[in-house]
């Protein structure tokens, strides 16, 4: 059991800062979860200006009884646990004590000299990606939620490129039949992608390499493409793995089909720590309607579509191709309120006694740190 000390005995204190990520909008604690958290006997100090990309003022801070701390220097000198969305930039790491937590999306196989730098200084590093697939961790997990947030956005984006109407409408102008929408990649972004669309009235149907979901996406009203493979890429993490080469060639075969119909395609296709496969080759979108519109949430994997420009808007072969690199942070009140829980329910679970007790022999503890007392705890790189 690791044990780590509050400065000054007082009670814990921890920070909150504004992300320094280019164009990310998201606040890791909202004023909500920092009331509830100071309830507990907590002490919470939020860097001027940290939630007012997500229309958090620091007076609802106050309100919920966190200090506003103007000084970077002052407040992560003084904090015991800072929480983030994003890793921490060196600037921040130099400012953090040693024997100090910083929780957020550390991706520790990306990113090795992050992790090393937070040993060697006694960080201890709390990844919130490294969550392990329980029932359990869902509450705790953020990539779930913010995966929900982006497959909402998507196809709020989709709909906004599209020059048609999404719903069947019945007028006085003449019935117009509804959109057709293609989920390639049916995981929390995609399942949530088929539900918007289907309430939005499009005609849903959506695929993926896991047999298992079958039942989740009709269940939402839309319909299960086969594409005849006869292996499951499901894992036990329920993960996806790559599939063999005559499976992909049943899948293209498919995807060329079923995208010559469609007017928007979202794509959520993701492989762990892999590049994510490309499902859509030039030659598929040239094979698209003029109009349709296809969303890549795999942009900043590499993307889904060849064709994809990670954070641009293009417009190629007739097809507008949108490739979000924060789709989650496009939703920023909501996506930000989110992960606070989701960091709110880790640290319920992390903290004993008003300190933060770390149980290494607890599974959910032990996935997500990385570093502790100068160790590097997971295999990294
Ligand atoms: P993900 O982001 O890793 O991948 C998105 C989807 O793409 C997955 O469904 C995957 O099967 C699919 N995919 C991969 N390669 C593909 C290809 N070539 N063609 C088509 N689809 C492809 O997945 P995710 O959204 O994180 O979730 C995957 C599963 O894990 C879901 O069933 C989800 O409910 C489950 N999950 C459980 C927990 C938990 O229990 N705590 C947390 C998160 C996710």
Redesign the pocket.
């Known amino acids: 059991m690791g044990l780590e000390e509050t400065q000054g005995g007082n009670a814990m204190k921890l920070a909150v800062v504004k992300e320094v990520k280019a164009d990310e909008r998201r606040v890791a604690l909202v004023p909500e979860t920092v009331g509830r958290l100071i309830a507990k006997g907590l002490a919470v100090a939020v860097e001027a200006g940290a939630g007012s990309g997500a229309w958090f003022p620091d007076r609802d801070y106050q309100q919920a009884g966190a200090t506003i701390e103007p000084s970077l220097e002052a407040l992560l000198g003084a904090a015991d646990v800072l929480v983030k969305i994003h890793a921490p930039e060196q600037h921040e790491i130099d400012l953090m004590r040693p024997g100090s937590v910083v929780v957020g999306l550390l991706y520790p196989r990306f990113n090795p000299d992050l992790i090393r730098r937070l040993g060697e200084k006694r960080i201890t590093a709390v990844a919130l990606d490294s969550?392990p697939?329980?029932?359990m961790?869902?509450v705790m997990?953020v990539?779930?939620s913010q995966?929900t947030a982006a497959g909402y956005r998507a196809v709020i984006l989709a709909a906004r490129a599209l020059p048609k109407f999404l719903p069947m409408l019945m007028t006085p102008a003449g019935t117009i039949g509804p959109a057709r929408v293609l989920v390639?990649?049916?995981?929390?972004?995609?399942l949530q992608a088929i539900s918007m669309a289907r309430r939005l009235g499009a005609v849903v149907e959506a695929?993926?390499?896991?047999g298992a979901?079958k039942e989740e996406i009709e269940s939402l009203g839309a319909r299960f493409i086969d594409a005849g493979i006869t292996e499951d890429?499901g894992t036990s993490g329920?993960?996806?793995r790559e599939?063999s080469a005559e499976s992909q060639q049943k899948?293209a075969a498919i995807i060329t089909d079923r995208l010559s119909r469609t007017d928007i395609c979202i794509t959520?296709?993701?492989?762990?720590g892999r590049r994510a496969?490309v499902?859509i080759t030039a030659e598929m979108v040239r094979g698209m309607r003029p109009g349709s519109v296809i969303v890549d949430l795999a942009a900043d994997q590499g993307g889904n579509c060849a064709l994809t420009e990670p954070g641009a808007e293009v417009v190629r072969e007739g097809v507008t191709i949108i490739g979000p690199t924060n789709a989650a942070g496009e939703v920023a009140v909501h996506a930000s309120q989110m992960f606070s829980r989701n960091v709110e329910r880790l640290l319920n679970h992390l903290i004993r006694d008003g300190a933060l007790r770390l149980d290494l022999k607890d599974e959910l503890t032990r996935s997500c740190v990385i570093t502790h007392d100068g160790n590097v705890l997971e295999a990294v790189g």
């Open positions: 969550m697939r329980t029932s961790a869902q997990d990539l779930s995966s390639l990649g049916a995981g929390v972004a995609g695929f993926d390499v896991r979901v890429a329920s993960y996806a599939v899948i959520t296709a993701r492989l762990p496969p499902l």
